[in-house]
Nanobody, 126 residues
């Protein structure tokens, strides 16, 4: 059984930074493509960032490109989301997800992911 657990969400002021952490247990982490997603109140869940199983390829949603960085440490079964220059529009529940992958392509499609965490709340105050 694959377990995905996010942490690091909190209240932060606009312009600040935050790093989210996602730990995965069960399965073979180094074979998982990983993604970060978020859902704001009243909105659909959207893709924030994704990373290939080896970490060499990444994808970013348009609204976070240049501000957020996704990375992974396969030795620690962990993926990170470094978020800089935060603004109130970044507020939401951030989810981490995993799926097995045999390609070098990061997977941006939410529906492709099999294993999801419970989410961590990020609130950016103006």
């Amino acid at each position: 059984q694959v377990l995905v657990v996010e942490s690091g969400g909190r209240l932060v002021q606009a312009g600040g930074s935050l790093r989210l952490t996602c730990e995965v247990s069960g399965g073979t982490f180094s074979s998982f493509a990983m993604g970060w997603f978020r859902q704001a109140p009243g909105k659909i869940r959207e893709t924030v960032a994704a990373i290939s199983w080896g970490g060499g390829n990444t994808y970013y949603g348009g609204s976070v490109k240049g501000r957020f960085t996704i990375s992974r440490d396969n030795a620690k079964n962990t993926v990170y989301l470094q978020m800089n220059s935060l603004n109130p529009e970044d507020t939401g529940v951030y989810y981490c997800a995993a799926r097995t992958s045999e390609t070098y392509t990061p997977i941006a499609d939410i529906d492709e992911y099999a294993y999801w965490g419970q989410g961590t709340q990020v609130t950016v105050s103006s």
